[in-house]
């Protein structure tokens, strides 16, 4: 089993930081792209943030310039760290991982449990 854990989210003003933290635990041999996916109210779960294990980013141009994200392979850990936060960033967040639990299997997509961003004055 592979667990994803996230934490690090809550209730913040407008123009606020918070950082996010994700990781993973269980049978891990590697893991492929970690990203931070975020789903709004009435809205489709969309994309915020993917790293790969060599460290290529790919941010959302929605949080481009506000939001980073970054990983400790050694601690399979995936962060977002989030400034200059606006309302409309109020969502659950998501933690994605690609794991490969056993040498010669192919990696499956794993997620978070989700963890609610509220931004707010």
């Known amino acids: 089993q592979v667990q994803l854990v996230e934490s690090g989210g809550g209730l913040v003003q407008p123009g606020g930081s918070l950082r996010l933290s994700c990781e993973a635990s269980?049978?891990?041999?590697?893991?492929?792209?970690m990203g931070w996916y975020r789903q709004a109210p009435g809205k489709q779960r969309e994309l915020v943030a993917i790293?790969?294990?060599?460290?290529?980013?790919n941010t959302a141009d929605s949080v481009k310039g506000r939001f980073t994200i970054s990983r400790d392979n050694a601690k399979n850990t995936v962060y977002l760290q989030m400034n200059s936060l606006k309302p409309e960033d109020t969502a659950v967040y998501y933690c994605?991982?690609?794991?490969?639990?056993?040498?010669?299997?192919?990696?499956?997509?794993?997620w978070g449990q989700g963890t609610q961003v509220t931004v707010s004055s």
């Open positions: 994605n991982a690609e794991v490969q639990r056993r040498w010669g299997t192919s990696p499956l997509p794993y």
């Open positions: 269980g049978t891990v041999f590697s893991i492929n792209t």
């Open positions: 790293i790969t294990s060599g460290g290529s980013t």
